[in-house]
């Protein structure tokens, strides 16, 4: 039973930074991807970006350079390095993955509604950004 926990989030002000991690348990296979997605109201998710087991990674263009994803596979961890952060960062963020051997790469799931084939989701950490 794989289990993802996201911490790192708080309160922060406006220009501040936030490093939020996301430990997983071991995997059943060596290929897998992750994502970080956030939630603001309601039940969409938007996409923030990906990375593969084996390192591609993807950003999100509405980023602009602000975050950055980054894994450390001997950890089993994922972190998202937000800087410069603004009022409407704040969300409940996630780090869900798709680990069954993948058909796609994790690109793939940062599109609009693919969000939904991503197998396991943590609880979420919040951002709150004043």
């Known amino acids: 039973h794989v289990q993802l926990v996201e911490s790192g989030g708080g309160s922060v002000q406006a220009g501040g930074s936030l490093r939020l991690s996301c430990v997983h348990s071991a995997f059943t296979y060596d290929r897998y991807c992750m994502a970080w997605f956030r939630r603001t109201s309601g039940e969409e998710r938007e996409a923030i970006a990906s990375i593969d087991s084996d390192g591609p990674i993807r950003h999100a263009n509405f980023m602009k350079g602000r975050f950055t994803i980054s894994g450390d596979n001997a950890k089993n961890t994922v972190y998202l390095q937000m800087n410069s952060l603004k009022s409407e960062d704040t969300a409940l963020y996630y780090c869900?993955?798709?680990?069954?051997?993948?058909?796609?790469?994790?690109?793939?799931?940062?599109?609009?509604?693919?969000?939904?084939?991503?197998?396991?989701w943590g609880q979420g950490t919040q951002v709150t950004v004043s």
């Open positions: 869900p993955t798709r680990h069954h051997r993948p058909p796609y790469g994790g690109s793939w799931y940062l599109h609009p509604q693919r969000y939904r084939f991503l197998e396991v």
